[in-house]
């Protein structure tokens, strides 16, 4: 079994991945260029939604202007994201395809340079278990990355320009999700590594039970081997309940800080209100866009254990 693998050699075996696949390459590129794009309109959504409720809570009418501009942002956002996504996949199945050959490739030459150096186990839970776990760490999560940073701006800003006292309130939550994330998240990679060699050993060691199962039945070893896929395979089910455990804590921080955000927002924003420190047209624009500063953070953190999965997977296939 391959030695545990540092987190330097992960972020490495990211890096390595992102710069030798132009499909890649070029899809974190067209996130960074659509992020820009996707951000004003989600804000143009938020201002939309808000003029529209004022119209109708505080002068009776329908704004035609702002049901317009509601529909054409969420109609943008929709057709954005689609194109991101499908990109994403395209990238991602480019990159799994060109692993798999030469993770073939390199365990033909081992193979024939020194037969037996290489278990068909080890290959076969690469190819099968691991590789799949690149897709979303490709199609999502390095796409997500300038999208989170410029949307964090963009809304701010939105917000700041309608009512700067929600603004304040908002900012200090980002950099405070930051820190949660990276602390969850470096927790989350040692999890994700010790899960992955569990499940390298459970199918490496039950390929080769398989394929010997004559020549130990014939020297009476196939209940001492049954004891051991067994025990393997407890270890596997123990890392991938640490491994749920941990993504319900990293998904539980996230949304308690969100929603701590937003209620900060809607508490302050409603006693200005009731007070009549504040109009309603600058409160709701600041209210609506709260949700949507956290929505991409989200997005991102619950494909970070994906993400983790990935890079210890990178970090085995490099090794």
Request: no cysteine; glycine share 10%; hydrophobic share 55%.
């Amino acid at each position: 079994m391959r030695q545990r693998v540092p987190r330097s050699r992960r972020l490495d075996a990211g890096r390595a991945l992102l710069a030798g696949d132009p499909g890649v390459r070029r899809h974190v590129q067209r996130s960074a260029v659509a992020a820009l794009p996707l951000a004003l309109l989600v804000a143009a959504q938020g201002y939309g939604l808000a003029a529209m409720v004022v119209a109708l809570a505080q002068h009776g009418r329908f704004d035609a202007t702002a049901a317009a501009v509601l529909l054409g942002a969420a109609l943008g956002r929709g057709v954005l994201g689609w194109w991101l996504e499908r990109a994403g996949r395209r990238a991602a199945a480019g990159a799994i395809g060109r692993l798999r050959q030469e993770l073939v490739a390199d365990a033909a030459r081992l193979t024939a340079a020194s037969p037996g150096a290489l278990r068909p186990g080890e290959v076969a839970a690469d190819v099968v278990t691991q590789l799949p776990a690149i897709e979303s760490y490709v199609g999502r999560f390095l796409a997500g990355g300038p999208i989170v940073g410029v949307t964090t701006v963009v809304v701010l800003v939105a917000v700041f320009i309608t009512d700067p006292l929600s603004a304040l309130l908002l900012a200090p939550t980002v950099p405070l999700l930051g820190v949660f994330m990276w602390l969850v998240g470096t927790e989350s990679g040692r999890i994700a590594e010790q899960r992955l060699a569990s499940l390298q050993l459970l199918g490496a060691h039950l390929l080769d039970v398989l394929r010997g199962l004559v020549d130990l039945r014939a020297h009476g070893r196939a209940g001492f081997q049954r004891s051991q896929v067994r025990m393997a395979a407890a270890q596997y089910r123990e890392q991938t309940m640490a491994t749920l455990r941990s993504a319900f804590m990293s998904g539980l921080v996230l949304e308690l800080i969100a929603m701590l955000g937003t209620a900060l927002v809607a508490v302050f924003g409603g006693v200005r209100l009731a007070e009549g420190h504040a109009e309603l047209a600058a409160i709701l624009p600041a209210l609506v866009l709260a949700p949507e500063l956290y929505a991409p953070i989200r997005r991102l953190g619950a494909g970070y254990h994906d993400a983790a999965d990935a890079r210890a997977a990178l970090a085995r296939l490099a090794a």
